[in-house]
């Protein structure tokens, strides 16, 4: 089963306003990452924040992690049309066996729309 | 130019039939994923290889088998045996570790 869930599942917004996505995992994570992907396309890297980071910024994202709530949330400021695609939070867990060693385990991702 | 390529990007297959997706990166990445993903859904992965000769099997491989024969290369193929193949299939790298994966355009199988 997937060790990510989002919430919420569809968002919709109009142009110029904030758009915040959330995601819960399960187990211990080494790092928790955020792609998007546009329709029919494959997807694109966004950011990366470690186990023993709080928060990360990359330009008009800003990414939480609270680790005691195995929880994150992507927050996409001034949004625009442009933004319109899926988001998917994916989480690298620890194994100590290492066998799952750089597998992302993705949610089901957040259908963002923003409307100009 | 640095990337991912996954080709075709439109497959057709009929009932039966073995098909063989091509994924190939010049990153020069060690490890590489092939997923699928079903409308209004997350990715699953199929088989993953984090060294040449080298696979594993992800959460989903019944049906599918891999090579990985050269660094640059990583091909899928989807068997008869498996039930339900009609999906979009994307192919990733990376490199060693709990980093960033890149990913392919995909290729959308459609079993006729």
């Known amino acids: 089963s997937q060790q990510g869930e989002e919430d919420p599942q569809a968002l919709s917004i109009q142009e110029g306003e904030n758009a915040t996505m959330n995601c819960s995992y399960k187990?211990?994570?080494?790092?928790l990452q955020w792609y998007r992907q546009n329709s029919g396309r494959g997807l694109v890297h966004l950011i990366l924040?470690?186990?023993?980071?709080r928060e990360k910024h990359s330009g008009r994202l800003r990414v939480t992690l609270d680790t005691s709530k195995k929880s994150s949330s992507l927050l996409i400021t001034a949004s625009r049309a442009a933004d319109t695609a899926s988001y998917f939070c994916?989480?690298?867990?620890?194994?100590?066996?290492?066998?799952?060693?750089?597998?992302?385990?993705f949610g089901q991702g957040t259908i963002l729309t923003v409307h100009p | 130019d640095g990337g991912i390529t996954q080709s075709p990007k439109y497959l057709f297959r009929k009932e039966g039939q073995n098909v063989t997706l091509s994924c190939e990166q010049n990153l020069n990445h060690d490890a590489m994923y092939w997923y699928r993903q079903d409308p209004g859904q997350g990715l699953r992965l199929i088989y993953y290889s984090q060294i040449v000769n080298d696979f594993q099997k992800g959460d989903i491989a019944e049906g599918y088998s891999v090579s990985r024969e050269k660094k640059e290369s990583f091909p899928l193929t989807v068997t008869s045996a498996q039930k339900n193949p009609t999906a979009f299939y994307l192919c990733?790298?990376?490199?060693?570790?709990?980093?960033?994966?890149?990913f392919g355009p995909g290729t959308r199988l459609t079993v006729l």
């Open positions: 994916a989480t690298a867990f620890l194994n100590a066996g290492g066998t799952s060693y750089g597998k992302l385990t």
């Open positions: 990733a790298s990376s490199t060693a570790g709990y980093n960033e994966q890149f």
């Open positions: 187990t211990s994570i080494n790092n």
């Open positions: 924040i470690r186990s023993n980071e």
